[in-house]
Structures are given as C-alpha cells and as structure tokens.
C-alpha cells in the first residue's frame, strides 16, 4: 500500500526524531566513557576533562532540542540534565566518596534506560506509520498534532464554513418572514 503524502510527511518526522534520540544516546554513552576512564591510571586528565566539559554543553542544547521536537513523546528520566549539571568537572566528581560517584553511575543507568525506551517507543511508533497505520505527533510548535490519515485543519474549517453558509441559505429559504426580508431588502438595493 502506498503511503499518502502526509503519511510521508509523518514518517520522515519519526525519522529525524529517531536520528535525534539516537545521536543523544550516543552522546550519553560517551559522557560515561569519559567519565569512566578519568579514574585510569595513565589517562590524559586534562584531556578528559576538555572532551567532558564540551560532551555535556552538548548534551544540554541537545537535551532541549530533544524535548522540544519530541514533545508528547519525550519521556527520558527527570534526572538525567540533574547528572549533567550536577557533574561540574571530572576531578570534583572523583573526589568525592566513592558512594557517591557510584550513586551519580546508577543514577546515568537510569537515565540511560529511558533514553532506550524512548526511543523504541518512536522506533515503533515509526514503523507503524510506515506500515500505513495512523500516528498522532505533535508538531514541532507544540500548537497541535499531525496524524497521518483524514482531513486536514484547513479542510475541516474550510467545510465547517461552507456548511455555515448553506445553513444560513436554507434557514432565510425556510422561514418566510426572514425570506421577505431578505428579498425586499435585495429589490430595494438592487431596483425592482
């Protein structure tokens, strides 16, 4: 069955949404590479520390590019910008308790675990779409959904319209007292 051009235009939406959870999980994972290997003997700290610092600016203009395009879909873990802001520097974070550097690991897992979970739930939702089932997205300016199938927003006013119209036509063409009004007031504009 082919796809309607809306129904494409749908898929193609999933399918950057799925680019974007992806290329923010990848980032994710890298936060925790570098975050694991600071401890090292023979790691090169100070560059650590750079790709760190550069790896969470990222993660948050990425985090809210996430959040915004997703919008109903969005569900990572309330917590997750918490470990990026609360991670100020790798060598402030190993310095404190080891409970508490294990804590800030269980705590990326979490988070790790949504960002999985989120993005299967758009992976799915997009194969569905692409098998011709209906979707709802959100738009990207959150002002309403898009779902793939049906009349569009314009179609339904533009019908609500027209419908209005001929009401209106039937009820003077109905009512003889409104159809008298009517009609004297067009022989008065219009001479007859």
């Known amino acids: ?3 309607s051009k809306k129904q494409l235009k749908i898929v ?3 399918e950057r949404r799925v680019e974007l959870t ?3 999980m990848n980032d994710w994972l890298l936060f925790n590479q570098i975050f694991s290997a600071y401890p090292n003997a023979g790691a090169n700290k100070p560059q650590l520390e750079a ?3 550069k790896i969470k600016s990222k993660l948050a203009r990425e985090h809210r590019v996430l959040r915004d395009t997703l919008q109903a ?3 990572i873990d309330g917590n ?3 470990i990026v802001s609360g991670a100020t520097d790798l060598e402030s974070v190993h310095n404190q308790s080891e409970i508490a550097v294990k804590k800030l690991t269980m705590e990326w897992h979490r988070a790790f675990i949504s960002v999985n979970e989120m993005l299967g739930a758009i992976e799915d939702k997009k194969s569905r779409a692409e098998a011709g089932e209906k979707v709802f997205i959100m738009g990207a300016s959150g002002a309403g959904g898009v779902s793939g199938g049906g009349m569009s927003d314009k179609a339904k006013k533009n019908l609500m319209i027209i419908g209005a119209v001929i009401g209106v036509a039937l009820l003077i063409y109905f009512v ?4 008298a009004m009517y009609v004297d007031a067009f022989k008065s504009v219009f001479g007859g």
């Not at 003889?176 to 159809?179: N, T």
């Open 73 to 75: 879909d969005y569900s």
């Open 176 to 179: 003889p007292p409104l159809r």
């Open 22 to 24: 992806r290329e923010f």
């Open 1 to 3: 069955m082919a796809l």
């Open 80 to 82: 997750l910008m918490n």
């Open 12 to 14: 193609e939406q999933l």
């Open 51 to 53: 790709q760190f610092l």
